[in-house]
């Protein structure tokens, strides 16, 4: 499916964000693919206070990237980064960064029991 041609959206744990700077989505072979979303800092929760009280609970949330003409799921991740960024002297941004789901199989404690366990349990 090309997207190209469709409005792009982007959803932080549920909750859908029409407005963003600019989105990445670097896609590898053997690896996880990963994500970098560059936001307002409204959508932080404060243009005027540079810290990330509001956004950095997004860590660990899901995140999700919504295009085509239904407003398709295209993309699900997880969130792993939260941090300022700032160009020259403007207000600056918010830039999210994380990996695809697939980086919860990895890193959750309870699916890396797994592989210790025998084919009778």
Do not use: C
């Not at 932080?44 to 009280?53: I, Q, T």
């Not at 994380?98 to 029991?113: A, H």
């Amino acid at each position: 499916m090309s997207i190209l041609n469709h409005k792009i959206s982007v959803g932080i744990d549920g909750k859908q964000l029409f407005s963003f700077k600019s989105l990445k989505l670097h896609q590898s072979i053997n690896n996880h693919h990963r994500f970098e979303l560059l936001l307002d800092l409204e959508a932080g929760g404060n243009r005027y206070a540079h810290n990330l009280k509001d956004s950095a609970k997004w860590i660990g949330k899901s995140f999700a990237v919504y295009a085509g003409e239904n407003s398709e799921t295209t993309f699900m991740g997880v969130i792993t980064g939260v941090s300022l960024h700032r160009k020259n002297s403007d207000f600056g941004h918010i830039l999210v960064s994380g990996y695809s789901e697939t980086y919860r199989l990895e890193t959750d404690p309870e699916l890396q029991l797994m592989d210790r366990m025998h084919l009778a349990d």
